[in-house]
Nanobody
């Protein structure tokens, strides 16, 4: 059974950059489709970015062109999400998710069966 553990969140200033990461424990996720979602206070969880098993294909939410970068390090069994030019509206709990049965990119929350506990990111103005 694989466990996803997010880390790297915290309190940052608007305009800063931050990378959150997700480590997979228990088994390799090198063949899994992976993604990041986030949930802001009082809102539903929403898709942020997805990456294929190889890392060659990535997909971002339409509202986030250029500000987010998703990547994966297969040797470390970790995926990362870097966000540039952070805004207060980026404040949310960021979740890592995995689909062990698919290798492409998926942007629907229901497509992912393995979730981490999330890491809080707070952006102050």
């Amino acid at each position: 059974q694989v466990q996803l553990v997010e880390f790297g969140g915290g309190l940052v200033q608007a305009g800063d950059s931050l990378t959150v990461s997700c480590a997979a424990l228990g088994r390799t996720v090198s063949n899994y489709a992976m993604a990041w979602f986030r949930q802001a206070p009082g809102k539903e969880r929403e898709f942020v970015a997805a990456i294929s098993w190889s890392g060659d294909s990535v997909h971002y939410a339409d509202s986030e062109p250029g500000r987010f970068t998703i990547s994966r390090d297969k040797t470390q069994n970790v995926i990362h999400l870097r966000r540039n030019r952070l805004k207060p509206e980026d404040t949310a709990v960021y979740y890592c998710a995995a689909n062990p049965n698919y290798r492409g990119v998926l942007d629907n929350e229901s497509d992912y069966t393995i979730w981490g506990q999330g890491t809080q990111v707070t952006v102050s103005s």
